[in-house]
């Protein structure tokens, strides 16, 4: 008898953001503090998901972000990186790239697994798992905004900073 694993539903604009709590380093949060979704009620969240701190790509993607951050800010927006690396990487990886914004630590995957990024990926014919690149822009209302999965380090900045062209809180 086969067996068979129902995949989750993909988080889609219009659902209600999934809840969390954990500590965020970095921007207004300093050298860490306890936070959760509802600290972010009145505010636009820009939840942005990568793999790891200081690889090339998470660093195009964070540098990008920081270059503009005052654009997506004067947006009304605030932003929030998380990857599962501990709180000490992301002190690192801020204070090397000079990073505006804050990182959330997440080892547990909870918040990967809630928002469905933690995927199984292959590389060389192995399969393994890990962060699907991805980003939710999260309404004052806790709702869903905006869902942009496996984006470009590249292109995530200039995707993000059109979708406030069509933007309403």
Known sequence: MEHCVAMPELIAPGDKAPD????????EFGD?????LSDFVRRTL?????????????????????DRYQSL?????VVLGVSADNEESHRKFIAKHNLPFALFSDPS??????????VEKSMYGKKYMGVERS???IRPNGQIKSVFRKVKPAEHTEILLNSFKHFEP
Do not use: M
């Open 46 to 66: 820009i939840l942005y998901f990568y793999p790891k701190d200081d690889t090339p790509g998470c660093t195009q993607q964070a540098c990008s972000l920081r």
């Open 109 to 118: 995957k909870a918040i990967l697994e809630a928002y469905g990024v933690w």
């Open 73 to 77: 800010i004067d947006g009304g927006a």
């Open 20 to 27: 969390f709590q954990g500590v965020a380093v970095g921007g």
């Open 32 to 36: 860490g503090k306890t936070v959760g």
């Open 135 to 137: 980003t939710f822009v």
